[in-house]
């Protein structure tokens, strides 16, 4: 079971898009993924059309009372299974916030066998580095960093390779990272330009595949459906089959 | 001394470049912003070009040790003063979470006398309803929401409508709040729907100016420059200049 976080604290950059797709992807090959919600604002879980689910039944629910994960798990007609994410996550940096061990909680969660599983995990995270992140980033093997062309956001970047680098020591291992470009415009110069510092900056760590600004990737939310679903032929549908590709040949979820 | 927060826990709706664009608008009419840069990732702060001032001169300092923030003032080329953010300020939820009346502390550094001043103090916020962006909501009489026209952002208002609600009962006094549709393109059919949404659920409380999507206010942050500074005659800087007219003239920084 290979546990990777969606993260990258500077919002809006494509988490929750990026999420959503590439396990529509997986679950096209028939990889039965698994999405984990730490986004407090349940968006991936809202995307998917899965609402008013009570607490207790989602991620809030297992930080709050140790429920086992395996108990919460909800399988969707696109092949992708999911714990939702609830509002009530937000109370828990409130909660859990200086309880030593408190980062391993789902790592620890994932382990005990409350979930034999054999796909790979995707977590969405919050645009915020607090406990929730924490936990995914204790809990994943690798993070998945969506970044959008424009200066605040490669600024960003800086301070979560340091945050990443400070948890490698606790966990004793490399998180391997892997960059994609979400928003992508070939024709403005301030994409190609983030393409050079971005390739620089990071090799093979930046994925090949670059995601285009696409309507369809916004409005399939809405009706409750992944990119393949909803608009199969876009450049959005194209773009995601084609990184979730180059992330299975790269090894990203053995 | 009006305080206005600029919120929107959905992330990449434009809080920075409308607070750190506002302010300048304001400061070229000779209004003596202030902005307080609530976020960890102290992106206004970046946007003009201050940059490496230690922790405890900025308003992860006030929550800290309780500095009075008179002390922490620093006054900008382009008439905006500021208050700068800082990578510690992502520590206050854990710190402080649960301790009772944590959500007033910046209402009480504002109200006691720490900061004699009269122009407009504009609060940037993180992406996330902790503890920080609490403290803003509680120290501002009015709420300015950049919002971007999707669904998920649309979506998200709803939350915040009921946060919003939530806090007034405390307070004993009503939130006003503005709306302002960012990143608007005028050709896009989700754009033109979003707008019908917003004037039904918010009438009055949506802002008459639409700020245009311009890759100037993604690149004057780059420069150090507000909008006025880097691209004066760009729709970006144009918008800008207008929403600040309307806001003033609808009384939103009495
Ligand atoms: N490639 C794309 N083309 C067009 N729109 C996109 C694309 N990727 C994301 N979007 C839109 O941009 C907005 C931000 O994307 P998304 O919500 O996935 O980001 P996020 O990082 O998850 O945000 P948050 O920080 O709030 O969790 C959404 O409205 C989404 O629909
Ligand atoms: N009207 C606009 N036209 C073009 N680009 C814009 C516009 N408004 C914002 N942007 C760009 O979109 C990105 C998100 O904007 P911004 O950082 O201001 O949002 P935010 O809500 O403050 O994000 P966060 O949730 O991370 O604090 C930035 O790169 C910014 O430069
Ligand atoms: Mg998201
Ligand atoms: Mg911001």
Redesign the interface.
Known sequence: MAVIAVFN?????GK?TTTLNVAAGLAVLGRQPLILDLD??A?VS??LGVRGVPSEACMSGFFRTGRPLAHMVRPLRNGVRIIPGH?DL?KI???L??TPGVAGKLRQGLAEGQLAYAGPVLIDC??????LSLNALFAAERVLIPV?A???TI??LN?LDIALKVLEQPLQRRIERRVVLTRYDEA?P?CREALATLRQKYGEALCETRIPDD?AL??S??HGMDIFAYAGDSPGAQAYRLLTLELLDKGFFQ
């Open positions: 604290q500077k919002g809006g950059v929750t407090p604002q968006h809202l995307a509002p937000s940096d409130a909660l916030g200086s919050a645009p915020a580095l607090g406990v959008t424009d200066f605040l600024q960003g301070r403005k301030q309507p916004a409005e939310p809405a």
